[in-house]
């Protein structure tokens, strides 16, 4: 089994400047991807940034970072100049390979990004 | 290439009614997965079809059950329909089934039971 945990219910960040926002992870499979989606208010998913769990370096989207720390089981989303739009709910979700898995994704519970001006 | 689309966008039915809510992928994508997000949640795997078939399942019930069709595009029906079945329910496809891939999300369908 999966589980993502997001300790962070909600970030404030000041306009310009860079935020992190936490996720750790379990997982017994050997081989998995750890996915950050952005959901404003209207509702739909947005994919920001993908790590591999085989991938040597973080993976970086434009403004959109991923500090993967294998060993600690962490999957952190760093923002940098952070923009008033940015502000949304922020999900950490994994997807691993093998076994019951198939293929599914399991999200945290998200953390709700306010930035302010 | 279009990006999934699914519809209704809102809904409201009462208790005891049945739900069918459709899902249209990603040009190319062969799998699609369904997810009910209850308000303040994250998103809850329901389940997943691979070239027609269901091959995985969440914690849901029976009366939770899908179809894929032959152009990949998939149904969600909820039969029986409790208070509790009120949330968002969103499709995502994607490239290949198991696969570690990226998933695209619809806008969803906000289901309101009364």
């Known amino acids: 089994a999966q589980k993502i945990t997001q300790t962070q219910p909600g970030m404030f960040v000041q306009e310009k400047e860079a935020v992190t926002l936490d996720c750790t992870y379990d997982?017994?499979?050997?081989?998995?991807?750890l996915f950050w989606y952005k959901q404003p208010s209207s509702g739909e998913m947005i994919f920001l940034i993908y790590?591999?769990?085989?991938?040597?370096q973080n993976a970086t989207e434009g403004r959109y970072s991923l500090n993967f720390q294998k060993a600690r089981k962490s999957a952190n989303l760093v923002i940098s100049a952070s923009q008033l739009g940015d502000s949304a709910m922020y999900f950490c979700a994994m997807r691993a390979v093998g076994g019951t898995s198939y293929g599914k994704l399991t999200f945290g519970q998200g953390t709700i990004l306010t930035v302010h001006p | 290439e279009t990006g999934v689309t699914q519809s209704p966008t809102h809904l409201i039915k009462t208790r005891g009614q049945q739900v069918t809510l459709r899902c249209s992928s990603q040009s190319g994508h062969n799998t699609v997965s369904w997810y009910q997000q209850a308000l303040g949640q994250g998103p809850q795997f329901i389940f997943q079809y691979y070239r027609e078939e269901e091959n995985g399942r969440g914690n849901f019930p029976p009366r939770f059950s899908g179809l894929q069709f032959p152009n990949y595009s998939s149904e969600l029906n909820v039969n029986a329909l409790e208070l509790d079945d009120s949330a968002l329910y969103l499709c995502a496809s994607s490239l290949s089934s198991g696969g570690v891939g990226e998933q695209f999300f619809g806008p969803g369908t906000r289901l309101t039971v009364l």
């Open positions: 997982t017994s499979d050997p081989s998995y991807g």
């Open positions: 790590q591999g769990s085989y991938d040597q």
